[in-house]
C-alpha cells in the first residue's frame, strides 16, 4: 500500500505543478485517469486474491464491520416514517488514504442515502473543503448526478466520440488518451452535456456513488444576526445551535426533504388504512412491484392487481398492475391469486 500511496503524491504534485489550460488539458486528463486508478487499487481487492495484506480494501465488507463495531446508532421518527441516524467518527486530512481509520469511515459513508456534515460555524469552509476532498477521493460525489455521458465497451471499431453539445474540455485525442490508460480501444461514447475528463473517468470507473449532503452549521449562538441570514442563503447548509438546541425543526425538514422518501399507507381488505406505519419507500424504487418486495419477496409472486387510493391514480381507487408508480402517501390494497 505505500508503494501506491507514494505514486498517488507524486501524481498529486504534478498535477498542483501544472497550469490549467487548454494545452495542458490533455496531459491533466491522463494524470487524473491514472490517480483514479491507483485510488482503486486501494479501495478493490486485487482479482484471485493476489493482493498482500493491506494491498486490497473491500469496502462492501470493511463498511458492515465498521457500522457493527464502532458507529452510535439512533433512530428519528418524522412524518411517521423510521430514519436511521449513524454517528460517525470524524475524518481527518489523509482519510482517503487510511489515516486515522479514515477509509473504513468513508467506506460507511458510501452505503448511506444521506449524508450530513456538522462543521463548527465559525471556520467551516477550511474544515468543509477538507472532508470534500476526502470523500471525492474515495469515490463520493455530493450533491450531484451521474455525468451525462454515455459509454459502451465495443470488440472492435476503435473509439467513437459522439458530442451533442459544444465541449471546452473534451476532444477525440484525450478520450483516446484517458480510455487507453484503461486499456480500452473500442467503445462508442456520446457526450451529452459539457463534460470534463473528471465526468469521464467517473463513468469508466463505475463505482462511483452520488449521495444528497447537508452541511450542519453548529454554534450560531455565536455569530451575530447578518452572519446568521449570509449563511441562511448558502445552498445545502442548515445552521443549528447543538447546545441549545435551536433550528432543530429546519434540520428535520431538511432531512426529509432530501431522502425523498415516500410513505406508502396499506389498506387490509374491508377495514380502514393504516396510517401509523406507512411502509417507507426509497424515491427511486416506488413502483407497486417495490412495494410488495418491501413487505416480502413471495408477496409479488401471488400479486393479481392492487387497488390504489391517492396521487398516483386518476380516480379512488383505481386497479393498477406491479408497474404502476406510488406517490408520497398513497393508499394500497393487494389483491392475491
Known sequence: MSSTLAKIAEIEAEMARTQKNKATAHHLGLLKARLAKLRRELITPK?????????????????????????????????????????????????????????????????????????????????????????EGFGIRLNSKPPNIGFKKKDKGGINLTATCPQSELDAETVKSILAEYKIHNADVTLRSDATADDLIDVVEGNRVYIPCIYVLNKIDQISIEELDIIYKVPH??????????????????????????????????????????????????????????????????????????????????????DHTLEDEDVIQIVKK
Open 47 to 135: 482479482g484471485g486474491g493476489g493482493g498482500g495484506p493491506g494491498e486490497g480494501f473491500d469496502v462492501a465488507k470493511t463498511a458492515y464491520e465498521f457500522t457493527t463495531l464502532t458507529t452510535v446508532p439512533g433512530v428519528i421518527r418524522y412524518k411517521g416514517a423510521k430514519i436511521q441516524l449513524l454517528d460517525l467518527p470524524g475524518i481527518i486530512e489523509g482519510a482517503k488514504d487510511g489515516k486515522g481509520r479514515g477509509r473504513q469511515v468513508i467506506a460507511v459513508a458510501r452505503t448511506c442515502n444521506l449524508i450530513l456534515i456538522v462543521l463548527d460555524v465559525l471556520k467551516p469552509l477550511g474544515h468543509k473543503k477538507i472532508i470534500e476532498n476526502e470523500l
Open 237 to 322: 447548509c442548515v445552521p443549528i445551535s447543538a447546545h441549545h438546541r435551536w433550528n432543530f425543526d429546519d434540520l428535520l425538514e431538511k432531512i426529509w426533504d432530501y431522502l425523498k422518501l415516500v410513505r406508502i399507507y396499506t389498506k387490509p381488505k374491508g377495514q380502514l388504512p393504516d396510517y401509523t406505519s406507512p411502509v417507507v419507500l426509497p424515491f427511486s424504487r416506488t413502483t407497486v412491484e417495490d412495494f410488495c418486495m418491501k413487505i416480502h419477496k413471495n408477496l409479488i409472486k401471488e400479486f393479481k392487481y392492487a387497488l390504489v387510493w391517492g396521487l398516483s391514480v386518476k380516480h379512488n381507487p383505481q386497479k393498477v398492475g406491479k
